[in-house]
């Protein structure tokens, strides 16, 4: 029986200096890296919810910005209409004082040349009634 208990002990010590300790130690390993993984995976996230919300932010303010421009622009293009309005009301009015002004100077010559001819006129109307040709 001693003889049996020196053999298991003996095969005992020998598979563990031989097998034991480099499966657990290859074990610890695996664990090890399986650790420092799952750490560095949770700094990648950390750091893709970061540029996430880096991006989110810009994203904003590129569409802040935008709006900006887009009402500028706006308020550029009803200024420039108004101004277009404005002087195509003047051009409008300038011509219409013009032609009102030609108007007056033809009523006033043609009263003119009517009464330097309703001599004439009146001689043509009384032979005209009368019968006479004249």
């Known amino acids: 029986m001693i003889p ?8 005992v010590a020998v598979l563990s200096f031989f097998v034991f ?27 893709s919810e970061a540029m996430d919300s880096e991006y989110d932010g810009k994203i904003n303010e590129a569409r802040i910005e935008g709006s900006k421009v887009e009402r500028d622009l706006i308020a550029a293009g009803e200024e420039e209409a108004r101004s277009i309005i404005n002087k195509a009301k003047q051009k409008s009015r300038d011509a219409v004082s013009k032609t009102h002004d030609e108007i007056a100077g033809e009523s006033v010559q ?25």
């Open 110 to 134: 043609t009263k003119k040349d009517l009464s330097n001819r309703i001599d004439d006129f009146a001689k043509m109307i009384v032979s005209k009634v009368l019968g006479k040709n004249g």
């Open 21 to 47: 300790k480099p499966a657990l130690k290859i074990l610890d390993g695996r664990r090890n890296k399986t650790s420092e993984l799952e750490k560095d995976t949770e700094n990648l996230l950390a750091q």
């Open 4 to 11: 049996q208990l020196l053999i298991f002990l003996s095969v």
